[in-house]
Protein backbone atom coordinates (compact mmCIF):
# COMPACT_ATOMS: atom_id res chain seq x y z
CA UNK A 1 0.00 0.00 0.00
CA UNK A 2 3.08 2.62 0.42
CA UNK A 3 3.41 2.48 -3.55
CA UNK A 4 -0.06 3.77 -4.05
CA UNK A 5 0.38 7.54 -3.51
CA UNK A 6 3.25 7.80 -5.81
CA UNK A 7 1.84 6.05 -8.95
CA UNK A 8 -1.46 7.77 -8.54
CA UNK A 9 0.25 11.26 -8.50
CA UNK A 10 2.22 9.87 -11.63
CA UNK A 11 -1.25 8.76 -13.09
CA UNK A 12 -2.55 12.47 -12.21
CA UNK A 13 0.58 14.29 -13.54
CA UNK A 14 0.83 12.19 -16.64
CA UNK A 15 -3.32 13.29 -17.28
CA UNK A 16 -2.48 16.54 -16.69
CA UNK A 17 0.52 17.00 -19.04
CA UNK A 18 0.35 18.75 -22.21
CA UNK A 19 0.59 18.44 -26.04
CA UNK A 20 3.79 18.99 -26.92
CA UNK A 21 3.74 22.27 -29.21
CA UNK A 22 4.13 20.46 -32.38
CA UNK A 23 1.10 18.78 -31.95
CA UNK A 24 -0.46 22.00 -31.06
CA UNK A 25 0.91 24.00 -33.60
CA UNK A 26 -0.63 20.96 -36.69
CA UNK A 27 -3.72 21.32 -34.73
CA UNK A 28 -3.91 25.06 -35.43
CA UNK A 29 -3.05 24.94 -38.50
CA UNK A 30 -5.89 22.50 -38.90
CA UNK A 31 -8.45 25.55 -37.88
CA UNK A 32 -6.61 27.72 -40.04
CA UNK A 33 -7.18 25.63 -42.92
CA UNK A 34 -11.22 25.10 -42.04
CA UNK A 35 -11.75 28.84 -41.66
CA UNK A 36 -12.24 28.66 -37.99
CA UNK A 37 -9.29 31.48 -37.47
CA UNK A 38 -11.03 32.53 -34.03
CA UNK A 39 -10.42 29.52 -32.22
CA UNK A 40 -7.20 28.45 -34.03
CA UNK A 41 -5.60 31.90 -32.83
CA UNK A 42 -7.55 31.10 -29.24
CA UNK A 43 -5.29 27.98 -28.85
CA UNK A 44 -2.51 29.46 -30.22
CA UNK A 45 -2.67 31.96 -27.47
CA UNK A 46 -3.41 29.20 -24.78
CA UNK A 47 -0.35 27.60 -25.38
CA UNK A 48 2.50 27.59 -23.19
CA UNK A 49 5.12 29.45 -24.19
CA UNK A 50 7.42 28.91 -21.04
CA UNK A 51 10.05 26.85 -22.93
CA UNK A 52 9.79 27.79 -26.32
CA UNK A 53 13.96 28.64 -26.27
CA UNK A 54 13.99 25.03 -25.95
CA UNK A 55 11.95 23.98 -28.54
CA UNK A 56 13.41 23.04 -32.08
CA UNK A 57 14.32 25.46 -34.36
CA UNK A 58 11.56 24.23 -37.10
CA UNK A 59 8.76 24.81 -33.83
CA UNK A 60 9.60 27.92 -32.94
CA UNK A 61 9.31 29.54 -36.60
CA UNK A 62 6.20 27.93 -37.16
CA UNK A 63 5.08 29.23 -33.67
CA UNK A 64 5.73 32.49 -35.23
CA UNK A 65 4.51 32.62 -38.65
CA UNK A 66 1.19 31.44 -36.79
CA UNK A 67 1.76 34.11 -34.12
CA UNK A 68 2.00 37.14 -36.93
CA UNK A 69 -1.28 35.89 -38.23
CA UNK A 70 -3.42 35.78 -35.52
CA UNK A 71 -1.88 39.52 -34.38
CA UNK A 72 -3.24 40.51 -38.13
CA UNK A 73 -6.50 38.74 -37.88
CA UNK A 74 -7.35 40.30 -34.76
CA UNK A 75 -6.48 43.75 -35.68
CA UNK A 76 -3.69 44.28 -32.97
CA UNK A 77 -0.37 46.48 -33.35
CA UNK A 78 3.07 46.77 -32.31
CA UNK A 79 3.58 42.86 -31.14
CA UNK A 80 6.76 41.77 -30.15
CA UNK A 81 8.66 38.90 -29.25
CA UNK A 82 11.30 38.60 -26.87
CA UNK A 83 13.30 35.55 -28.87
CA UNK A 84 16.67 36.63 -29.52
CA UNK A 85 17.97 37.02 -33.64
CA UNK A 86 17.38 35.58 -35.90
CA UNK A 87 13.90 34.81 -34.52
CA UNK A 88 13.16 38.43 -34.12
CA UNK A 89 14.45 39.44 -37.65
CA UNK A 90 11.99 36.53 -39.05
CA UNK A 91 8.85 37.59 -36.82
CA UNK A 92 9.45 40.92 -38.28
CA UNK A 93 9.46 39.81 -41.64
CA UNK A 94 6.05 37.51 -41.05
CA UNK A 95 4.29 40.96 -39.22
CA UNK A 96 5.62 42.83 -42.17
CA UNK A 97 3.60 40.40 -45.09
CA UNK A 98 0.89 40.17 -42.93
CA UNK A 99 0.37 44.34 -42.70
CA UNK A 100 -0.13 44.28 -46.42
CA UNK A 101 3.39 45.65 -47.20
CA UNK A 102 5.27 44.77 -50.08
CA UNK A 103 7.44 41.58 -50.27
CA UNK A 104 10.38 43.40 -50.79
CA UNK A 105 10.16 44.74 -47.43
CA UNK A 106 10.02 41.46 -45.97
CA UNK A 107 12.90 39.96 -48.06
CA UNK A 108 15.16 42.73 -46.97
CA UNK A 109 15.05 42.08 -42.82
CA UNK A 110 15.51 38.78 -43.65
CA UNK A 111 18.42 39.30 -46.48
CA UNK A 112 20.17 41.22 -43.38
CA UNK A 113 18.86 38.43 -40.92
CA UNK A 114 20.97 36.00 -43.29
CA UNK A 115 23.94 38.24 -43.33
CA UNK A 116 24.57 37.18 -39.29
CA UNK A 117 23.57 33.51 -39.25
CA UNK A 118 23.92 31.92 -42.79
CA UNK A 119 23.32 28.69 -41.92
CA UNK A 120 19.19 28.91 -40.83
CA UNK A 121 17.61 26.98 -43.50
CA UNK A 122 14.05 28.45 -42.94
CA UNK A 123 15.00 32.43 -43.71
CA UNK A 124 16.74 30.96 -46.75
CA UNK A 125 13.28 28.68 -47.56
CA UNK A 126 11.21 32.19 -46.97
CA UNK A 127 13.08 34.44 -48.64
CA UNK A 128 12.98 31.92 -51.88
CA UNK A 129 9.49 31.86 -51.19
CA UNK A 130 8.78 35.60 -51.14
CA UNK A 131 10.51 35.72 -54.42
CA UNK A 132 8.92 32.67 -55.87
CA UNK A 133 5.31 34.67 -55.43
CA UNK A 134 6.50 37.24 -57.43
CA UNK A 135 7.80 34.75 -60.03
CA UNK A 136 11.28 35.59 -59.97
CA UNK A 137 12.55 32.07 -60.57
CA UNK A 138 15.84 32.86 -60.83
CA UNK A 139 16.29 34.73 -57.37
CA UNK A 140 14.12 32.02 -55.62
CA UNK A 141 15.25 28.64 -56.80
CA UNK A 142 19.10 28.70 -55.25
CA UNK A 143 17.67 30.35 -52.54
CA UNK A 144 15.28 27.41 -52.05
CA UNK A 145 17.81 24.68 -53.22
CA UNK A 146 19.98 26.19 -50.10
CA UNK A 147 17.02 25.70 -47.64
CA UNK A 148 16.88 21.51 -48.84
CA UNK A 149 20.31 21.49 -48.37
CA UNK A 150 21.05 22.61 -45.24
CA UNK A 151 17.63 21.68 -43.82
CA UNK A 152 18.17 19.20 -40.56
CA UNK A 153 14.36 18.91 -39.99
CA UNK A 154 12.00 17.58 -42.29
CA UNK A 155 11.90 19.47 -45.82
CA UNK A 156 9.31 17.76 -47.81
CA UNK A 157 7.67 21.79 -48.15
CA UNK A 158 11.12 23.14 -49.15
CA UNK A 159 11.43 20.28 -51.89
CA UNK A 160 8.09 20.80 -52.91
CA UNK A 161 8.57 24.56 -53.83
CA UNK A 162 11.73 23.59 -55.17
CA UNK A 163 10.24 21.24 -57.71
CA UNK A 164 7.30 24.23 -58.40
CA UNK A 165 10.67 26.86 -58.69
CA UNK A 166 12.55 24.57 -61.38
CA UNK A 167 8.87 24.02 -62.94
CA UNK A 168 8.39 27.70 -63.56
CA UNK A 169 12.10 27.66 -64.90
CA UNK A 170 11.14 25.25 -67.36
CA UNK A 171 14.26 23.08 -65.38
CA UNK A 172 12.34 19.83 -66.05
CA UNK A 173 14.73 17.23 -65.83
CA UNK A 174 16.27 18.03 -62.39
CA UNK A 175 12.47 17.98 -60.85
CA UNK A 176 11.93 14.02 -60.46
CA UNK A 177 15.67 13.97 -58.11
CA UNK A 178 14.11 16.45 -56.21
CA UNK A 179 10.88 14.86 -55.17
CA UNK A 180 12.36 11.33 -55.14
CA UNK A 181 13.34 10.98 -51.25
CA UNK A 182 9.42 12.26 -50.31
CA UNK A 183 9.06 8.29 -50.86
CA UNK A 184 9.31 7.00 -47.51
CA UNK A 185 7.11 5.64 -44.57
CA UNK A 186 5.16 8.55 -43.07
CA UNK A 187 5.29 11.22 -45.84
CA UNK A 188 1.76 12.77 -46.01
CA UNK A 189 -0.56 11.86 -48.53
CA UNK A 190 -0.76 15.70 -49.39
CA UNK A 191 2.32 16.22 -50.05
CA UNK A 192 2.37 12.94 -52.56
CA UNK A 193 -0.86 14.41 -54.25
CA UNK A 194 0.98 18.01 -54.49
CA UNK A 195 4.72 15.79 -55.89
CA UNK A 196 1.99 14.20 -58.18
CA UNK A 197 0.69 17.39 -59.58
CA UNK A 198 3.92 18.90 -60.13
CA UNK A 199 5.37 15.94 -61.97
CA UNK A 200 2.19 15.51 -64.20
CA UNK A 201 2.80 19.35 -65.30
CA UNK A 202 5.98 19.09 -66.06
CA UNK A 203 5.29 16.17 -68.58
CA UNK A 204 2.65 18.35 -70.22
CA UNK A 205 4.97 20.96 -70.60
CA UNK A 206 7.14 18.77 -72.21
CA UNK A 207 4.55 17.89 -74.42
CA UNK A 208 3.31 20.70 -75.83
CA UNK A 209 1.66 20.18 -79.40
CA UNK A 210 -0.49 21.81 -81.73
CA UNK A 211 -3.97 21.31 -81.11
CA UNK A 212 -4.42 19.24 -84.26
CA UNK A 213 -1.99 16.38 -83.31
CA UNK A 214 -3.19 17.10 -79.27
CA UNK A 215 -6.62 15.94 -81.14
CA UNK A 216 -5.47 12.78 -82.94
CA UNK A 217 -4.04 11.79 -79.97
CA UNK A 218 -6.89 11.77 -78.26
CA UNK A 219 -8.94 9.88 -80.89
CA UNK A 220 -6.19 7.27 -80.70
CA UNK A 221 -6.71 7.11 -77.00
CA UNK A 222 -10.15 6.53 -77.30
CA UNK A 223 -10.07 4.14 -80.04
CA UNK A 224 -7.86 1.83 -78.08
CA UNK A 225 -10.09 2.64 -75.05
CA UNK A 226 -12.57 0.62 -77.45
CA UNK A 227 -9.89 -2.00 -78.41
CA UNK A 228 -9.87 -0.66 -81.82
CA UNK A 229 -6.27 -0.68 -82.38
CA UNK A 230 -6.25 -0.98 -86.53
CA UNK A 231 -8.32 2.29 -86.71
CA UNK A 232 -6.13 3.63 -83.89
CA UNK A 233 -3.07 2.30 -86.47
CA UNK A 234 -3.87 4.12 -89.50
CA UNK A 235 -4.80 7.51 -88.20
CA UNK A 236 -0.81 7.24 -86.04
CA UNK A 237 1.36 6.16 -88.59
CA UNK A 238 0.00 9.25 -90.83
CA UNK A 239 0.56 11.58 -87.83
CA UNK A 240 4.08 9.91 -87.59
CA UNK A 241 4.92 10.38 -90.85
CA UNK A 242 3.72 14.23 -91.05
CA UNK A 243 5.06 15.24 -87.36
CA UNK A 244 8.23 12.51 -86.81
CA UNK A 245 9.28 14.95 -83.94
CA UNK A 246 7.19 14.00 -81.31
CA UNK A 247 8.04 11.83 -78.67
CA UNK A 248 4.51 10.51 -77.65
CA UNK A 249 2.92 9.82 -81.33
CA UNK A 250 6.29 6.92 -81.88
CA UNK A 251 5.06 6.06 -77.85
CA UNK A 252 1.31 5.17 -78.94
CA UNK A 253 2.37 3.53 -82.07
CA UNK A 254 4.64 1.23 -80.10
CA UNK A 255 1.61 0.47 -77.91
CA UNK A 256 -0.65 0.16 -80.98
CA UNK A 257 1.83 -2.23 -82.02
CA UNK A 258 2.32 -4.29 -78.97
CA UNK A 259 -1.67 -4.60 -79.17
CA UNK A 260 -1.42 -6.04 -82.32
CA UNK A 261 1.51 -8.52 -81.19
CA UNK A 262 3.86 -6.90 -83.29
CA UNK A 263 7.08 -6.90 -80.55
CA UNK A 264 9.75 -6.49 -82.47
CA UNK A 265 7.85 -3.11 -84.67
CA UNK A 266 6.60 -2.32 -80.68
CA UNK A 267 10.27 -2.05 -79.76
CA UNK A 268 11.53 -0.19 -82.93
CA UNK A 269 9.34 2.83 -82.16
CA UNK A 270 9.83 2.73 -78.55
CA UNK A 271 13.77 3.19 -78.63
CA UNK A 272 12.65 6.16 -81.36
CA UNK A 273 10.59 7.89 -78.79
CA UNK A 274 13.19 7.69 -76.72
CA UNK A 275 15.68 8.69 -78.69
CA UNK A 276 13.45 12.00 -78.94
CA UNK A 277 12.81 12.44 -75.17
CA UNK A 278 15.67 10.21 -73.34
CA UNK A 279 13.47 10.87 -69.88
CA UNK A 280 9.84 9.61 -70.93
CA UNK A 281 9.08 7.39 -68.42
CA UNK A 282 6.15 5.38 -70.18
CA UNK A 283 8.66 4.92 -72.96
CA UNK A 284 11.01 2.68 -70.31
CA UNK A 285 8.60 1.23 -68.58
CA UNK A 286 6.65 -0.45 -71.65
CA UNK A 287 10.29 -1.56 -73.14
CA UNK A 288 11.16 -3.30 -69.78
CA UNK A 289 7.84 -5.24 -69.76
CA UNK A 290 8.31 -6.08 -73.70
CA UNK A 291 11.96 -7.70 -72.75
CA UNK A 292 10.58 -9.10 -68.97
CA UNK A 293 9.19 -12.15 -70.36
CA UNK A 294 12.30 -12.99 -73.18
CA UNK A 295 16.05 -14.64 -73.33
CA UNK A 296 16.76 -10.75 -72.60
CA UNK A 297 14.91 -10.19 -69.13
CA UNK A 298 18.38 -9.11 -67.38
CA UNK A 299 17.72 -5.83 -69.49
CA UNK A 300 14.53 -5.08 -67.69
CA UNK A 301 16.10 -4.26 -64.23
CA UNK A 302 18.50 -1.31 -66.09
CA UNK A 303 15.38 -0.13 -68.19
CA UNK A 304 12.83 -0.09 -65.16
CA UNK A 305 15.52 1.85 -63.14
CA UNK A 306 15.56 4.33 -66.04
CA UNK A 307 12.21 4.98 -65.94
CA UNK A 308 12.33 5.08 -61.85
CA UNK A 309 14.24 7.86 -62.05
CA UNK A 310 12.24 10.01 -64.46
CA UNK A 311 8.74 9.24 -62.64
CA UNK A 312 10.19 8.40 -58.64
CA UNK A 313 6.68 8.09 -57.75
CA UNK A 314 5.37 5.48 -59.72
CA UNK A 315 4.14 2.84 -57.32
CA UNK A 316 3.22 0.65 -60.96
CA UNK A 317 7.54 0.82 -62.00
CA UNK A 318 8.45 -0.06 -58.39
CA UNK A 319 5.57 -2.88 -57.95
CA UNK A 320 7.43 -4.17 -61.62
CA UNK A 321 10.93 -3.91 -60.51
CA UNK A 322 9.85 -5.27 -57.32
CA UNK A 323 8.71 -8.29 -59.34
CA UNK A 324 11.60 -8.69 -61.31
CA UNK A 325 13.46 -9.16 -58.09
CA UNK A 326 11.28 -11.56 -56.12
CA UNK A 327 11.80 -13.56 -59.70
CA UNK A 328 15.45 -13.44 -59.48
CA UNK A 329 15.81 -14.04 -55.46
CA UNK A 330 17.22 -10.63 -54.75
CA UNK A 331 14.56 -10.36 -51.79
CA UNK A 332 16.01 -7.31 -49.74
CA UNK A 333 15.93 -5.15 -52.86
CA UNK A 334 12.19 -6.86 -53.19
CA UNK A 335 11.20 -6.15 -49.74
CA UNK A 336 12.68 -2.14 -49.93
CA UNK A 337 10.77 -1.30 -53.02
CA UNK A 338 7.52 -3.41 -51.66
CA UNK A 339 7.59 -0.83 -48.44
CA UNK A 340 7.60 2.11 -50.64
CA UNK A 341 5.00 0.99 -53.09
CA UNK A 342 2.84 0.78 -49.67
CA UNK A 343 2.93 4.25 -48.76
CA UNK A 344 2.85 5.37 -52.75
CA UNK A 345 -0.46 3.47 -52.73
CA UNK A 346 -1.43 4.49 -49.21
CA UNK A 347 -2.11 0.27 -48.81
CA UNK A 348 -0.35 0.67 -45.08
CA UNK A 349 -3.28 -1.07 -43.49
CA UNK A 350 -4.09 -3.74 -46.05
CA UNK A 351 -3.15 -7.43 -44.63
CA UNK A 352 -2.49 -8.63 -47.96
CA UNK A 353 0.27 -6.07 -48.36
CA UNK A 354 2.16 -6.96 -45.34
CA UNK A 355 1.87 -10.38 -45.20
CA UNK A 356 3.90 -10.10 -48.71
CA UNK A 357 6.50 -7.56 -46.97
CA UNK A 358 6.88 -10.16 -44.38
CA UNK A 359 7.18 -12.99 -46.38
CA UNK A 360 9.99 -10.89 -48.50
CA UNK A 361 11.78 -9.50 -45.43
CA UNK A 362 12.09 -13.45 -43.93
CA UNK A 363 13.73 -14.84 -47.18
CA UNK A 364 15.90 -11.91 -46.94
CA UNK A 365 16.94 -12.41 -43.41
CA UNK A 366 15.91 -9.43 -42.23
CA UNK A 367 14.53 -11.36 -39.11
CA UNK A 368 14.19 -8.48 -36.95
CA UNK A 369 11.81 -6.72 -39.07
CA UNK A 370 9.83 -9.76 -40.22
CA UNK A 371 9.13 -10.08 -36.73
CA UNK A 372 7.29 -6.78 -36.03
CA UNK A 373 5.42 -7.23 -39.36
CA UNK A 374 4.07 -10.80 -38.94
CA UNK A 375 3.53 -9.53 -35.23
CA UNK A 376 1.24 -6.67 -36.42
CA UNK A 377 -0.87 -9.30 -38.30
CA UNK A 378 -0.86 -11.44 -35.60
CA UNK A 379 -2.29 -8.57 -33.27
CA UNK A 380 -4.93 -7.30 -35.58
CA UNK A 381 -6.29 -10.60 -36.95
CA UNK A 382 -5.91 -12.97 -34.00
CA UNK A 383 -4.73 -16.45 -33.74
CA UNK A 384 -7.30 -17.77 -35.70
CA UNK A 385 -7.65 -16.04 -38.57
CA UNK A 386 -3.52 -15.16 -38.42
CA UNK A 387 -2.52 -18.97 -38.50
CA UNK A 388 -0.52 -17.94 -41.17
CA UNK A 389 1.46 -15.20 -39.06
CA UNK A 390 1.47 -17.98 -36.17
CA UNK A 391 3.74 -20.23 -38.64
CA UNK A 392 5.59 -16.91 -39.69
CA UNK A 393 6.28 -15.91 -35.96
CA UNK A 394 7.44 -20.00 -34.98
CA UNK A 395 9.36 -20.30 -37.89
CA UNK A 396 11.88 -17.23 -37.87
CA UNK A 397 11.87 -17.51 -33.86
CA UNK A 398 13.20 -21.30 -34.22
CA UNK A 399 15.58 -20.51 -37.31
CA UNK A 400 17.20 -17.34 -34.88
CA UNK A 401 17.64 -20.19 -31.76
CA UNK A 402 19.59 -22.89 -34.38
CA UNK A 403 21.48 -19.80 -35.80
CA UNK A 404 23.72 -18.58 -33.12
CA UNK A 405 22.04 -15.44 -32.72
CA UNK A 406 21.93 -14.09 -29.56
CA UNK A 407 18.95 -14.71 -26.85
CA UNK A 408 18.78 -18.69 -28.25
CA UNK A 409 16.75 -19.57 -25.20
CA UNK A 410 14.23 -16.98 -25.84
CA UNK A 411 13.91 -17.47 -29.09
CA UNK A 412 13.32 -21.15 -28.55
CA UNK A 413 10.66 -20.76 -26.11
CA UNK A 414 8.79 -18.28 -28.78
CA UNK A 415 8.83 -20.64 -31.36
CA UNK A 416 7.54 -23.45 -28.41
CA UNK A 417 4.62 -21.21 -27.35
CA UNK A 418 3.78 -19.87 -30.80
CA UNK A 419 3.89 -23.63 -32.10
CA UNK A 420 1.62 -25.01 -28.90
CA UNK A 421 -0.78 -22.37 -29.84
CA UNK A 422 -1.33 -23.11 -33.77
CA UNK A 423 -1.63 -26.69 -32.98
CA UNK A 424 -4.60 -26.09 -30.74
CA UNK A 425 -6.26 -24.23 -33.62
CA UNK A 426 -4.44 -26.65 -36.89
CA UNK A 427 -4.29 -29.63 -34.88
CA UNK A 428 -3.22 -31.48 -38.53
CA UNK A 429 -1.01 -28.78 -39.62
CA UNK A 430 2.37 -30.64 -41.35
CA UNK A 431 4.54 -27.33 -40.62
CA UNK A 432 3.48 -26.98 -37.16
CA UNK A 433 3.84 -30.46 -36.27
CA UNK A 434 7.51 -30.62 -37.56
CA UNK A 435 8.83 -27.69 -35.69
CA UNK A 436 6.85 -28.97 -32.75
CA UNK A 437 8.86 -32.68 -33.07
CA UNK A 438 11.98 -30.66 -32.87
CA UNK A 439 11.09 -28.33 -30.28
CA UNK A 440 9.62 -30.95 -28.38
CA UNK A 441 6.00 -29.54 -28.05
CA UNK A 442 3.96 -32.74 -26.75
CA UNK A 443 1.35 -32.61 -29.16
CA UNK A 444 -2.38 -34.71 -29.12
CA UNK A 445 -4.45 -34.81 -32.54
CA UNK A 446 -7.74 -33.43 -30.57
CA UNK A 447 -10.83 -33.44 -31.61
CA UNK A 448 -12.38 -30.98 -34.63
CA UNK A 449 -14.95 -28.76 -34.47
CA UNK A 450 -16.82 -31.16 -36.78
CA UNK A 451 -16.22 -34.42 -34.76
CA UNK A 452 -17.99 -32.57 -31.71
CA UNK A 453 -20.68 -31.98 -33.12
CA UNK A 454 -21.16 -35.58 -34.94
CA UNK A 455 -20.70 -36.43 -31.05
CA UNK A 456 -23.34 -33.96 -29.50
CA UNK A 457 -25.86 -35.20 -32.30
CA UNK A 458 -25.67 -38.77 -31.97
CA UNK A 459 -24.04 -39.97 -34.93
CA UNK A 460 -22.06 -43.25 -35.31
CA UNK A 461 -18.38 -42.22 -36.20
CA UNK A 462 -17.27 -44.23 -39.44
CA UNK A 463 -14.05 -46.49 -38.78
CA UNK A 464 -11.12 -46.69 -40.98
CA UNK A 465 -12.04 -50.29 -41.30
CA UNK A 466 -15.65 -49.55 -42.71
CA UNK A 467 -16.74 -49.96 -46.53
CA UNK A 468 -17.45 -46.14 -47.87
CA UNK A 469 -18.01 -47.19 -51.04
CA UNK A 470 -19.49 -50.58 -52.90
Same mark, same amino acid.
Given at each position: ?????????????????????? @???????????????????????????????????????????????? %????? +?????????? &?? +?????????? /????????????????????? +? *?????? +?? /????????????????????? *??????????????? @????????? #??? &??????????? %??? #????????????????? @?? !?????????????????????? #???????????????????????????????????????? @???????????????????????????????????????????????????????????????????????????? *? =??????????????? =????????????????????????????????????????????????????????????? =???? !????????? #???????????????? =??????????????????
Amino acid at each position: MKTTGPILLSIVLLSCAKDPPE @RTLAKVQKLLRSEDKVKACDTLDDMDTGKVRRWPSQTVYTYLRLKALC %VHQRG +RKHARTSLPE &PY +RAYYRAMLSV /GAGESLDTAAGILRDALKAHP +R *EAELYY +RL /GLFHLLDERFAEACPLIRKAV *ELGRASTDGYRLSLA @RCLLGQGHL #KAI &PGILAPLVYDG %VKG #KDLAQARHIMENARLFK @RL !MPKDVRGVILAVKGFLAKGNAG #KAMDMLVEQVQANPQYPILHYLLGVVHLRLGNKADAVVQL @RQCLKLDATDPDAWFLLARLYMGSSMASRSEGYLKKALGFDPLSSKIRASLRDYYIKTGAFSRAADLHKSVIWLTG *E =KRSVNQAKLLGGLLE =KAERSDEALKVWGKILRKLGPDDGIEAVRALARIHYKLSVTGASRTVYHRRQAAKLVKTGL =KLRP !MDEELIALG #KVLGVKHEVAKAPFED =KIRVKGAKHVNKDDILFK
